[in-house]
Protein backbone atom coordinates (compact mmCIF):
# COMPACT_ATOMS: atom_id res chain seq x y z
CA UNK A 1 0.00 0.00 0.00
CA UNK A 2 1.90 3.22 -1.16
CA UNK A 3 1.72 6.05 2.04
CA UNK A 4 0.35 9.56 1.01
CA UNK A 5 3.78 11.73 2.19
CA UNK A 6 3.01 14.43 4.75
CA UNK A 7 4.55 16.42 2.36
CA UNK A 8 5.57 17.07 -1.18
CA UNK A 9 7.39 19.28 -2.76
CA UNK A 10 8.57 19.66 -6.14
CA UNK A 11 11.07 21.98 -8.56
CA UNK A 12 11.54 24.47 -5.75
CA UNK A 13 13.73 27.14 -6.77
CA UNK A 14 14.46 30.58 -6.10
CA UNK A 15 16.11 33.60 -7.63
CA UNK A 16 17.49 36.90 -5.99
CA UNK A 17 18.45 39.36 -9.47
CA UNK A 18 21.04 37.40 -11.31
CA UNK A 19 21.65 34.82 -8.56
CA UNK A 20 20.36 31.44 -7.99
CA UNK A 21 19.92 30.12 -4.19
CA UNK A 22 17.97 27.63 -5.08
CA UNK A 23 17.02 25.30 -8.03
CA UNK A 24 14.52 22.81 -9.00
CA UNK A 25 14.80 21.27 -5.50
CA UNK A 26 12.64 18.16 -3.94
CA UNK A 27 11.50 17.23 -0.44
CA UNK A 28 9.21 14.36 0.24
CA UNK A 29 8.37 13.69 4.14
CA UNK A 30 6.60 10.86 5.21
CA UNK A 31 3.61 10.47 7.76
CA UNK A 32 5.61 9.55 11.52
CA UNK A 33 9.03 9.83 10.38
CA UNK A 34 12.08 12.18 11.68
CA UNK A 35 13.57 13.67 8.27
CA UNK A 36 16.50 15.62 8.56
CA UNK A 37 17.49 18.66 6.00
CA UNK A 38 21.02 19.84 5.82
CA UNK A 39 23.95 21.19 3.81
CA UNK A 40 26.04 24.44 4.43
CA UNK A 41 25.14 27.64 5.48
CA UNK A 42 24.45 29.12 2.26
CA UNK A 43 23.77 25.82 0.61
CA UNK A 44 19.64 26.58 0.11
CA UNK A 45 17.99 25.07 3.12
CA UNK A 46 17.13 27.87 4.80
CA UNK A 47 15.71 29.22 1.37
CA UNK A 48 13.38 26.08 0.98
CA UNK A 49 11.85 26.53 4.52
CA UNK A 50 10.81 29.74 3.84
CA UNK A 51 9.50 29.18 0.88
CA UNK A 52 7.46 25.98 2.67
CA UNK A 53 6.19 29.02 5.31
CA UNK A 54 5.30 31.28 2.98
CA UNK A 55 8.06 34.10 3.82
CA UNK A 56 9.28 34.00 0.53
CA UNK A 57 7.38 33.29 -3.15
CA UNK A 58 8.81 30.61 -5.11
CA UNK A 59 9.88 31.17 -8.83
CA UNK A 60 7.29 29.60 -11.12
CA UNK A 61 7.05 25.81 -11.74
CA UNK A 62 7.14 24.76 -8.04
CA UNK A 63 4.01 22.35 -6.97
CA UNK A 64 3.64 21.99 -3.14
CA UNK A 65 1.03 19.31 -1.41
CA UNK A 66 0.28 18.44 2.01
CA UNK A 67 -1.42 14.95 2.86
CA UNK A 68 -2.02 14.50 -0.90
CA UNK A 69 -4.04 18.56 -1.04
CA UNK A 70 -2.59 21.21 -2.90
CA UNK A 71 -1.33 24.22 -1.49
CA UNK A 72 -1.67 26.71 -3.40
CA UNK A 73 1.86 29.01 -3.88
CA UNK A 74 3.21 31.44 -2.87
CA UNK A 75 2.60 29.85 0.52
CA UNK A 76 -0.28 31.64 2.87
CA UNK A 77 0.87 31.05 6.65
CA UNK A 78 -2.81 30.99 7.70
CA UNK A 79 -3.51 28.36 4.77
CA UNK A 80 -0.42 26.25 5.79
CA UNK A 81 -1.57 26.23 9.42
CA UNK A 82 -4.85 25.29 8.39
CA UNK A 83 -3.44 22.21 6.53
CA UNK A 84 -1.17 21.01 9.92
CA UNK A 85 2.17 23.13 8.77
CA UNK A 86 3.95 24.04 11.95
CA UNK A 87 7.53 25.93 12.84
CA UNK A 88 9.64 26.25 15.73
CA UNK A 89 11.83 28.90 14.98
CA UNK A 90 16.06 28.53 15.87
CA UNK A 91 15.69 30.67 19.16
CA UNK A 92 12.06 29.00 19.90
CA UNK A 93 10.26 32.66 20.47
CA UNK A 94 9.15 32.18 23.59
CA UNK A 95 8.80 35.59 26.11
CA UNK A 96 10.55 35.07 29.36
CA UNK A 97 8.25 37.35 31.01
CA UNK A 98 5.06 35.88 30.31
CA UNK A 99 3.39 32.15 31.46
CA UNK A 100 4.02 28.88 29.44
CA UNK A 101 -0.22 29.30 28.83
CA UNK A 102 0.25 32.78 27.67
CA UNK A 103 3.27 31.79 25.39
CA UNK A 104 1.81 28.78 23.95
CA UNK A 105 -1.70 31.06 23.32
CA UNK A 106 0.00 33.73 21.09
CA UNK A 107 -1.62 34.06 17.99
CA UNK A 108 -4.68 31.93 19.08
CA UNK A 109 -5.85 32.16 22.60
CA UNK A 110 -9.52 30.22 23.34
CA UNK A 111 -11.95 32.91 23.71
CA UNK A 112 -14.82 33.66 25.31
CA UNK A 113 -18.03 32.97 22.85
CA UNK A 114 -19.99 35.58 24.52
CA UNK A 115 -17.13 38.08 25.47
CA UNK A 116 -14.83 37.78 23.12
CA UNK A 117 -12.08 38.05 25.96
CA UNK A 118 -9.65 35.28 26.44
CA UNK A 119 -11.31 32.42 28.70
CA UNK A 120 -8.04 31.82 30.47
CA UNK A 121 -9.54 28.52 32.48
CA UNK A 122 -10.04 26.73 29.37
CA UNK A 123 -6.71 27.83 27.93
CA UNK A 124 -5.17 26.53 30.75
CA UNK A 125 -6.64 23.43 30.26
CA UNK A 126 -5.71 23.33 26.77
CA UNK A 127 -2.13 23.94 27.57
CA UNK A 128 -2.28 21.38 30.58
CA UNK A 129 -3.38 18.43 27.76
CA UNK A 130 -1.01 19.85 25.59
CA UNK A 131 1.95 19.54 28.32
CA UNK A 132 0.50 16.00 29.30
CA UNK A 133 0.38 14.93 25.40
CA UNK A 134 4.15 15.26 25.48
CA UNK A 135 4.94 14.39 28.91
CA UNK A 136 6.51 18.22 29.43
CA UNK A 137 6.59 18.48 33.23
CA UNK A 138 5.61 22.24 33.94
CA UNK A 139 2.33 23.74 35.00
CA UNK A 140 0.70 26.39 32.41
CA UNK A 141 1.21 29.52 35.23
CA UNK A 142 4.87 29.21 35.43
CA UNK A 143 6.61 31.81 33.80
CA UNK A 144 8.98 30.65 30.77
CA UNK A 145 12.13 32.60 31.84
CA UNK A 146 12.00 30.07 34.96
CA UNK A 147 12.33 26.99 33.13
CA UNK A 148 15.22 24.52 32.17
CA UNK A 149 16.54 24.90 28.10
CA UNK A 150 14.15 21.75 27.30
CA UNK A 151 11.55 22.75 28.74
CA UNK A 152 11.68 26.09 26.91
CA UNK A 153 11.96 23.80 23.72
CA UNK A 154 8.74 21.47 24.57
CA UNK A 155 6.74 24.73 25.38
CA UNK A 156 7.72 25.87 22.03
CA UNK A 157 7.01 22.50 20.18
CA UNK A 158 3.81 23.03 22.84
CA UNK A 159 2.36 25.86 20.89
CA UNK A 160 3.15 24.88 16.76
CA UNK A 161 1.45 21.88 17.50
CA UNK A 162 -2.19 23.17 19.26
CA UNK A 163 -3.98 23.74 16.23
CA UNK A 164 -2.99 20.11 15.12
CA UNK A 165 -4.76 17.13 14.97
CA UNK A 166 -2.99 14.08 16.70
CA UNK A 167 -1.16 12.05 14.43
CA UNK A 168 -1.41 14.52 11.73
CA UNK A 169 0.79 17.45 10.73
CA UNK A 170 4.20 18.63 9.73
CA UNK A 171 6.33 20.30 12.27
CA UNK A 172 9.32 21.91 11.30
CA UNK A 173 12.46 22.77 13.72
CA UNK A 174 14.34 25.12 11.56
CA UNK A 175 17.67 24.75 14.20
CA UNK A 176 15.47 24.39 17.25
CA UNK A 177 17.55 22.48 18.75
CA UNK A 178 20.94 24.14 18.32
CA UNK A 179 21.85 25.60 21.37
CA UNK A 180 20.38 22.78 24.12
CA UNK A 181 23.17 21.11 26.24
CA UNK A 182 23.87 17.71 25.80
CA UNK A 183 21.06 15.97 28.25
CA UNK A 184 18.52 18.39 27.26
CA UNK A 185 18.83 17.65 23.45
CA UNK A 186 18.58 13.75 24.62
CA UNK A 187 15.63 15.15 26.67
CA UNK A 188 14.09 16.60 23.12
CA UNK A 189 15.07 13.79 21.03
CA UNK A 190 12.90 12.15 23.29
CA UNK A 191 9.62 14.68 22.85
CA UNK A 192 10.42 14.25 19.21
CA UNK A 193 9.88 10.66 19.58
CA UNK A 194 7.19 10.96 20.95
CA UNK A 195 5.09 13.11 18.29
CA UNK A 196 6.37 11.06 15.37
CA UNK A 197 4.93 8.13 17.08
CA UNK A 198 1.58 9.55 16.81
CA UNK A 199 1.88 9.65 12.73
CA UNK A 200 2.90 13.79 13.05
CA UNK A 201 5.71 14.25 10.73
CA UNK A 202 8.96 16.29 11.70
CA UNK A 203 11.29 18.16 9.57
CA UNK A 204 14.40 19.13 11.48
CA UNK A 205 16.86 21.47 10.01
CA UNK A 206 20.40 20.78 11.65
CA UNK A 207 24.10 21.20 11.52
CA UNK A 208 24.66 18.67 13.84
CA UNK A 209 25.35 15.25 12.07
CA UNK A 210 25.62 13.45 15.10
CA UNK A 211 22.15 13.85 16.00
CA UNK A 212 20.95 14.11 12.46
CA UNK A 213 22.46 10.79 11.87
CA UNK A 214 21.36 9.37 15.40
CA UNK A 215 17.56 10.95 15.52
CA UNK A 216 16.58 10.64 12.03
CA UNK A 217 15.16 8.39 9.80
CA UNK A 218 16.08 10.30 6.85
CA UNK A 219 17.74 13.14 5.15
CA UNK A 220 17.51 15.20 2.30
CA UNK A 221 21.17 17.37 1.38
CA UNK A 222 21.64 20.27 -0.26
CA UNK A 223 24.66 21.93 -1.82
CA UNK A 224 25.00 25.14 -4.01
CA UNK A 225 21.24 25.26 -4.63
CA UNK A 226 20.75 21.71 -5.78
CA UNK A 227 19.84 18.32 -4.08
CA UNK A 228 22.68 15.86 -3.64
CA UNK A 229 20.63 13.96 -2.12
CA UNK A 230 17.01 13.03 -1.80
CA UNK A 231 15.71 11.37 1.58
CA UNK A 232 18.48 9.16 1.83
CA UNK A 233 17.88 6.26 4.69
CA UNK A 234 20.12 7.34 7.50
CA UNK A 235 21.40 3.52 8.91
CA UNK A 236 23.24 3.47 5.84
CA UNK A 237 25.63 7.27 6.38
CA UNK A 238 28.49 8.30 7.90
CA UNK A 239 28.97 11.87 9.22
CA UNK A 240 31.84 11.52 6.69
CA UNK A 241 28.98 10.62 3.77
CA UNK A 242 26.96 13.46 4.79
CA UNK A 243 30.29 15.83 5.11
CA UNK A 244 30.68 14.60 1.35
CA UNK A 245 27.26 15.38 -0.15
CA UNK A 246 26.82 18.66 1.23
CA UNK A 247 30.81 19.65 0.42
CA UNK A 248 31.53 17.82 -2.72
CA UNK A 249 34.64 16.41 -0.85
CA UNK A 250 36.13 15.11 1.83
CA UNK A 251 36.45 17.07 5.05
CA UNK A 252 39.65 15.61 7.20
CA UNK A 253 39.78 16.15 11.06
CA UNK A 254 42.04 19.10 11.87
CA UNK A 255 45.63 17.15 12.47
CA UNK A 256 47.08 19.39 15.00
CA UNK A 257 50.49 18.19 17.19
CA UNK A 258 50.07 18.87 20.59
CA UNK A 259 51.80 21.87 21.90
CA UNK A 260 54.37 19.51 24.34
CA UNK A 261 57.97 19.29 23.63
CA UNK A 262 58.14 22.28 20.48
CA UNK A 263 55.72 25.29 21.90
CA UNK A 264 57.38 28.63 22.42
CA UNK A 265 59.05 28.87 26.06
CA UNK A 266 56.54 30.55 28.85
CA UNK A 267 52.67 30.98 29.97
CA UNK A 268 50.34 32.59 28.13
CA UNK A 269 48.02 33.10 30.90
CA UNK A 270 48.24 31.89 34.15
CA UNK A 271 44.39 31.78 36.04
CA UNK A 272 44.57 32.08 39.83
CA UNK A 273 42.07 31.26 42.24
CA UNK A 274 39.21 32.35 39.94
CA UNK A 275 35.87 31.92 42.34
CA UNK A 276 33.63 29.70 40.40
CA UNK A 277 30.08 29.08 41.78
CA UNK A 278 31.98 29.58 45.12
CA UNK A 279 35.33 26.79 44.76
CA UNK A 280 38.83 28.28 43.17
CA UNK A 281 39.54 27.08 39.92
CA UNK A 282 43.65 27.84 38.69
CA UNK A 283 44.98 26.80 35.38
CA UNK A 284 48.44 27.72 33.64
CA UNK A 285 47.90 27.89 29.67
CA UNK A 286 51.25 27.74 28.15
CA UNK A 287 52.09 29.40 24.84
CA UNK A 288 50.91 27.58 22.14
CA UNK A 289 48.49 25.44 24.50
CA UNK A 290 44.98 24.81 23.39
CA UNK A 291 43.38 23.85 26.84
CA UNK A 292 39.89 23.13 27.14
CA UNK A 293 37.19 23.18 29.84
CA UNK A 294 33.78 21.24 30.33
CA UNK A 295 31.27 19.89 32.35
CA UNK A 296 27.64 19.61 33.07
CA UNK A 297 25.57 22.47 33.13
CA UNK A 298 25.36 23.70 36.75
CA UNK A 299 29.08 22.75 37.38
CA UNK A 300 30.12 26.59 36.47
CA UNK A 301 32.89 26.05 33.48
CA UNK A 302 30.65 28.31 31.40
CA UNK A 303 30.77 31.42 33.13
CA UNK A 304 34.75 31.47 33.07
CA UNK A 305 34.53 32.92 29.95
CA UNK A 306 32.67 35.98 31.04
CA UNK A 307 34.98 36.03 34.58
CA UNK A 308 38.50 35.77 32.69
CA UNK A 309 37.29 38.79 30.03
CA UNK A 310 36.31 41.09 32.95
CA UNK A 311 32.28 40.92 31.49
CA UNK A 312 31.16 39.55 34.67
CA UNK A 313 32.83 40.54 38.11
CA UNK A 314 34.31 37.89 39.63
CA UNK A 315 34.55 37.77 43.68
CA UNK A 316 37.95 36.14 43.37
CA UNK A 317 40.56 35.68 41.10
CA UNK A 318 43.55 36.95 39.07
CA UNK A 319 45.06 36.58 35.69
CA UNK A 320 48.59 36.99 34.62
CA UNK A 321 49.60 37.12 31.32
CA UNK A 322 53.02 38.46 29.24
CA UNK A 323 51.01 42.07 29.52
CA UNK A 324 49.80 42.89 32.40
CA UNK A 325 48.29 41.29 35.30
CA UNK A 326 44.39 41.68 36.08
CA UNK A 327 41.90 41.25 39.42
CA UNK A 328 39.13 40.08 38.33
CA UNK A 329 37.11 40.94 41.11
CA UNK A 330 38.05 44.76 39.89
CA UNK A 331 38.79 44.26 36.10
CA UNK A 332 36.25 45.24 33.31
CA UNK A 333 36.42 44.28 29.16
CA UNK A 334 38.64 47.06 28.67
CA UNK A 335 41.27 46.23 31.37
CA UNK A 336 40.88 42.45 30.10
CA UNK A 337 41.59 43.63 26.31
CA UNK A 338 44.84 45.93 27.34
CA UNK A 339 46.15 42.55 29.70
CA UNK A 340 45.89 40.78 26.13
CA UNK A 341 42.69 38.42 26.87
CA UNK A 342 40.34 38.51 24.17
CA UNK A 343 36.56 36.16 23.66
CA UNK A 344 34.71 35.08 21.94
CA UNK A 345 31.21 34.66 22.83
CA UNK A 346 28.87 32.05 22.63
CA UNK A 347 26.18 33.95 21.22
CA UNK A 348 27.67 36.06 18.40
CA UNK A 349 24.47 38.05 17.55
CA UNK A 350 23.90 39.25 20.91
CA UNK A 351 27.03 39.88 22.20
CA UNK A 352 29.46 39.40 19.55
CA UNK A 353 28.65 41.45 16.04
CA UNK A 354 27.28 44.86 15.28
CA UNK A 355 25.20 43.03 12.78
CA UNK A 356 24.05 46.34 11.17
CA UNK A 357 27.29 47.35 9.96
CA UNK A 358 30.11 46.09 7.93
CA UNK A 359 32.73 42.88 8.19
CA UNK A 360 35.24 46.02 7.74
CA UNK A 361 33.50 48.03 10.78
CA UNK A 362 33.04 44.90 12.75
CA UNK A 363 36.81 43.97 12.25
CA UNK A 364 38.49 47.32 13.14
CA UNK A 365 36.96 48.15 15.88
CA UNK A 366 38.73 46.63 18.41
CA UNK A 367 41.69 48.46 16.73
CA UNK A 368 40.68 51.81 16.23
CA UNK A 369 42.07 53.25 19.57
CA UNK A 370 44.69 51.94 18.93
CA UNK A 371 45.84 52.63 15.13
CA UNK A 372 43.61 55.78 15.18
CA UNK A 373 43.23 59.10 16.26
CA UNK A 374 40.60 61.19 17.72
CA UNK A 375 40.22 63.36 15.22
CA UNK A 376 41.16 60.96 11.92
CA UNK A 377 40.41 57.54 11.98
CA UNK A 378 42.22 56.16 8.14
CA UNK A 379 40.80 53.88 5.91
CA UNK A 380 43.82 52.12 4.53
CA UNK A 381 44.85 49.97 7.37
CA UNK A 382 41.29 49.07 7.73
CA UNK A 383 41.05 47.76 4.90
CA UNK A 384 44.18 46.14 4.17
CA UNK A 385 43.36 44.20 8.28
CA UNK A 386 39.69 43.02 6.24
CA UNK A 387 41.41 41.65 3.20
CA UNK A 388 44.32 40.18 5.29
CA UNK A 389 41.20 38.35 7.27
CA UNK A 390 38.85 37.60 4.52
CA UNK A 391 41.45 35.86 2.83
CA UNK A 392 43.14 33.91 5.87
CA UNK A 393 39.35 32.56 7.06
CA UNK A 394 37.99 32.20 3.40
CA UNK A 395 34.99 34.36 4.41
CA UNK A 396 32.84 34.45 2.12
CA UNK A 397 31.94 38.24 1.19
CA UNK A 398 31.55 40.15 -2.32
CA UNK A 399 33.67 42.49 -0.58
CA UNK A 400 34.48 44.09 3.49
CA UNK A 401 31.30 46.83 2.76
CA UNK A 402 29.27 43.61 2.76
CA UNK A 403 26.70 44.27 6.09
CA UNK A 404 27.06 41.38 8.50
CA UNK A 405 23.68 40.57 9.04
CA UNK A 406 23.59 39.58 4.91
CA UNK A 407 26.41 36.52 5.76
CA UNK A 408 25.45 33.62 6.65
CA UNK A 409 26.07 31.89 10.41
CA UNK A 410 29.35 30.03 10.04
CA UNK A 411 30.70 33.50 7.47
CA UNK A 412 29.51 35.33 11.12
CA UNK A 413 31.33 33.69 13.10
CA UNK A 414 34.40 33.68 11.11
CA UNK A 415 34.14 37.24 11.09
CA UNK A 416 33.95 37.28 14.95
CA UNK A 417 36.87 35.26 15.18
CA UNK A 418 38.86 37.57 13.24
CA UNK A 419 37.65 40.77 15.08
CA UNK A 420 39.60 39.04 18.31
CA UNK A 421 42.14 37.30 16.58
CA UNK A 422 43.13 40.44 15.14
CA UNK A 423 44.08 41.80 17.83
CA UNK A 424 46.82 39.68 18.61
CA UNK A 425 46.14 38.35 22.53
CA UNK A 426 47.79 36.45 24.72
CA UNK A 427 44.94 34.24 25.85
CA UNK A 428 42.22 33.50 23.52
CA UNK A 429 39.13 32.34 25.41
CA UNK A 430 36.43 30.77 23.04
CA UNK A 431 32.46 29.94 24.07
CA UNK A 432 31.01 26.83 21.80
CA UNK A 433 33.07 28.40 18.86
CA UNK A 434 31.64 26.14 16.66
CA UNK A 435 28.12 26.07 17.78
CA UNK A 436 25.41 26.29 14.71
CA UNK A 437 28.03 26.51 11.85
CA UNK A 438 27.65 23.59 8.87
CA UNK A 439 30.98 21.37 8.74
CA UNK A 440 33.41 23.37 6.61
CA UNK A 441 33.23 26.78 9.01
CA UNK A 442 34.11 24.21 11.91
CA UNK A 443 37.02 22.51 9.91
CA UNK A 444 38.17 26.34 9.28
CA UNK A 445 37.08 27.74 12.72
CA UNK A 446 39.00 25.12 14.07
CA UNK A 447 42.22 25.20 11.95
CA UNK A 448 42.25 29.10 12.77
CA UNK A 449 42.22 27.82 16.27
CA UNK A 450 45.37 25.46 15.40
CA UNK A 451 46.87 28.65 13.92
CA UNK A 452 46.47 30.54 16.78
CA UNK A 453 48.05 28.27 19.31
CA UNK A 454 50.84 27.66 16.47
CA UNK A 455 51.72 31.45 16.74
CA UNK A 456 52.29 31.68 20.35
CA UNK A 457 49.15 32.78 21.91
CA UNK A 458 47.49 30.53 24.78
CA UNK A 459 44.13 29.34 24.01
CA UNK A 460 41.33 28.49 26.26
CA UNK A 461 38.13 26.66 24.20
CA UNK A 462 34.97 26.34 26.48
CA UNK A 463 32.89 23.79 25.31
CA UNK A 464 30.17 21.11 25.58
CA UNK A 465 31.09 19.36 22.56
CA UNK A 466 33.16 16.37 22.57
CA UNK A 467 34.68 15.92 19.17
CA UNK A 468 35.97 19.61 19.36
CA UNK A 469 37.88 19.18 22.72
CA UNK A 470 39.28 15.87 21.37
CA UNK A 471 40.11 16.97 18.18
CA UNK A 472 41.80 20.49 19.03
CA UNK A 473 42.77 20.38 22.56
CA UNK A 474 46.33 19.51 24.23
CA UNK A 475 44.75 18.46 27.50
CA UNK A 476 41.08 19.23 28.80
CA UNK A 477 39.89 19.68 32.43
CA UNK A 478 36.42 18.28 33.32
CA UNK A 479 34.55 20.08 36.09
CA UNK A 480 32.17 18.55 38.58
CA UNK A 481 30.39 19.42 41.11
CA UNK A 482 32.15 19.81 44.70
CA UNK A 483 34.95 17.92 43.01
CA UNK A 484 38.45 18.87 41.51
CA UNK A 485 39.09 19.50 37.81
CA UNK A 486 40.14 16.29 36.19
CA UNK A 487 42.61 16.76 33.68
CA UNK A 488 42.45 14.36 30.34
CA UNK A 489 44.57 14.24 27.42
CA UNK A 490 42.73 12.38 24.69
CA UNK A 491 41.77 12.22 21.34
CA UNK A 492 38.71 10.26 21.84
CA UNK A 493 35.05 12.04 22.00
CA UNK A 494 33.65 9.37 23.72
CA UNK A 495 36.30 9.33 26.62
CA UNK A 496 35.72 12.70 27.15
CA UNK A 497 32.04 12.61 26.95
CA UNK A 498 31.91 9.48 29.96
CA UNK A 499 33.89 11.58 32.07
CA UNK A 500 31.81 14.18 31.53
CA UNK A 501 28.65 12.29 32.68
CA UNK A 502 30.73 10.44 35.31
CA UNK A 503 31.51 11.24 39.10
CA UNK A 504 34.86 11.21 39.58
CA UNK A 505 36.45 8.12 42.35
CA UNK A 506 39.38 10.41 42.13
CA UNK A 507 40.31 13.60 42.88
CA UNK A 508 42.59 15.50 40.13
CA UNK A 509 45.01 18.94 41.15
CA UNK A 510 43.60 21.96 40.98
CA UNK A 511 46.37 23.64 39.35
CA UNK A 512 46.49 22.11 35.67
Request: glycine fraction near 10%; charged fraction near 25%.
Amino acid sequence: MTTTPRLEARGASKTFGPTTVLQDAHLVVQPGEIHSLVGQNGSGKSTLVKILTGYHAPDAGMTLEVDGRPLALPVQWRTAQAAGVSVVHQDVGLLDHLTVSENVGVGGFVRSRLTGRIDWRRQDELVAELLGRLEIPVHPRMLVGDLAPAHRAGVAIARAMRATVPGQGLMILDEATRALPREDLARMHDLLARVVATGTAVLMVSHNLEEVLTVSERVTVLRDGRVTGSGLPTAELSEADLARLMLGKTVDAVARVPSAGDAPAGSAAVIADLDVDGRPLSITIGRGEVVGLTGLPGTGFEKVPYLLAGATRAASGTVTTPTGRLDLTRAGVADALRAGVALVPERRVRDGLALEHSVRDNLALPSVRRRGRPWLVRRNWQQQLTTDWIDRLQIKVRSGDDLVKELSGGNQQKVLFAKWLSTGPELLVLHEPTQAVDVGARADLLRAIGDAAAAGRGVLLVSTEPTDLAEICDRVLVLHPGQEPREMRTDDPDALLEAIYSVPTTTGATHA
